[in-house]
């Protein structure tokens, strides 16, 4: 994948909300900012995190513990939101970021 097959930030973003959108519907208000400022940016891909002032009933709870992560190829995934687990956290966007890269390096030889 070269530089210029990258997605933008903004695109990454955009296609994160669109997913928390599509499990959390009928969870939430339609004009809610669903999406955390905070994120991060690992390699090959951005995590974005739910916004934490939102408030899920408890059969909501499965869906608002999702994160949403956009590779920068444009490919998007929803993992458990690790947020306050240092060491959770940082295991999953390490085996993401092998995947990312093995998908990389894989288009790169094909």
Sequence with gaps: M?????????KARQLAKTQAESI?????????KILDDKFIE????????RNRELKF?????????AAYV???????RIVADLLG??????KLTSQLAKYFQNKVKKQKNS
């Design 2 to 10: 070269s530089i210029d097959d990258q997605i933008s930030f903004e």
């Design 24 to 32: 959390l519907c009928g969870c939430i208000e339609s004009d809610a």
């Design 42 to 49: 690992y390699g090959e891909f951005w995590m974005f995190f």
């Design 57 to 65: 009933s408890p059969e909501a709870s499965l869906p608002a513990s």
């Design 70 to 76: 956009v590779s920068k190829a444009g490919e998007t």
């Design 85 to 90: 687990d240092e060491v959770g956290l940082e």
